[in-house]
């Protein structure tokens, strides 16, 4: 499958995709219904609104859809389903429209040019967004393209549709946000602890930082030993990022960092101290009231015995003086 990379165009009729967690959600649910231990794909329609180049993902809906393993070029979407279901959804929210088509890939196909030729009745620029719902690596599950036309330098030769790469983001309205808290606590696992926790989220922020280092310096060598051509936008990009690393080698930000470290180190410590004070008041506490119970406990029993005993010579004393007096 042809991609050419986004920065080999100059003017992009779309520039960036934003993706809801909603439809993130609807694509997995669809994937699990459908395809969930296969090696099958789903298919189906995005919604959303597009204004300068932004394409904004807000909605989705599964399309039937089916392919032929062995020939890619035979495959089959239900249109009728798609308009029916499009014309509902336009009674819920007129303000959303077809913006593209999405597949859970998880890399391109050889028959994608030609299902994507299809939107191009409902959309003028459709994209393409493969979600990828078994990520093996960290970072963003999504990919987005959208297709021109290719032409040759060539004369003789016929020119042909292929894919751009566009950026994509992960973004959510305020109410999505909420909606995503609540699923995420409810998946949490609470035998695992707090510190645990964040303590595995900032490894794995750490190993995809890692991943993405390695990731530049891999470009970096394939540029240098000319496999690769020079970019200068990607460039200028990573001397940006590296304009904006702190100098560490000036002595007063080494003792500002250091400063900062015993702060929060002394604070830490003392929150440690005030857990250990207030834990050991605790149990000082509860082995006083404990005893103080069991105290109560024996006084009670000892009166009861007591009162047992005077009941029984009472009762003795009673049946003397019957005898005595033949009653």
Not at 31 to 44: F, I, L, S, W
Not at 50 to 69: H, R
Not at 181 to 210: F, M, W
Not at 223 to 248: A, M, R, S, T
Request: proline share 4%; aromatic share 8%.
């Amino acid at each position: 499958m042809d991609v050419i990379k986004s920065q080999q165009i100059s003017s992009r009729p779309i520039e960036k995709v934003i993706v809801h967690p909603l439809v993130l959600l609807s694509i997995v649910d669809h994937y699990n219904r459908v395809a969930r231990d296969t090696r099958k794909r789903v298919v189906g329609v995005l919604l959303g609104t597009s204004f300068k180049g932004t394409v904004d993902v807000t909605n989705s809906y599964a399309v039937p859809f089916e392919e032929e393993d062995r020939d890619p070029s035979i495959w089959f979407l239900d249109h009728n389903y798609h308009e029916s279901m499009f014309s509902m959804f336009r009674r819920i929210n007129a303000k959303e429209h077809v913006v593209g088509w999405y597949s859970t890939g998880p890399k391109l196909r050889e028959n994608d040019l030609n299902i994507h030729g299809l939107f191009n009745d409902y959309v003028p620029t459709p994209v393409l967004v493969i979600i990828d719902v078994q990520p093996k690596e960290l970072g963003i599950p999504t990919k987005a393209y959208y297709a021109v036309e290719e032409v040759k330098e060539n004369a003789t030769q016929k020119s042909q549709n292929v894919f751009v790469h566009v950026p994509s983001e992960i973004a959510a309205h305020e109410v999505e946000e909420i909606g995503v808290e609540h699923l995420l606590r409810d998946v949490k696992d609470t035998t695992i602890s707090t510190l645990a926790t964040e303590v595995t989220g900032k490894l794995a922020a750490l190993k995809g930082l890692d991943a993405r280092l390695q990731e530049i310096r891999s470009y970096l060598d394939l540029v240098i030993d000319g496999k690769l051509p020079l970019n200068h936008e990607i460039l200028y990009h990573l001397q940006d990022v590296f304009n904006l690393l702190p100098n560490l080698n000036v002595a007063e930000l080494v003792k500002s960092f250091s400063v900062k470290t015993n702060d929060m180190m002394l604070v830490i410590y003392l929150s440690s101290l005030i857990r250990s004070v207030i834990a050991l008041h605790n149990l000082i506490n509860n082995k006083l009231k404990h005893r103080l119970k069991t105290k109560v406990h024996v006084g009670v029993s000892r009166m009861n015995s007591s009162l047992n005993t005077q009941n029984g010579g009472m009762r003795l004393i009673i049946i003397a003086f019957s005898g005595c007096f033949g009653v």
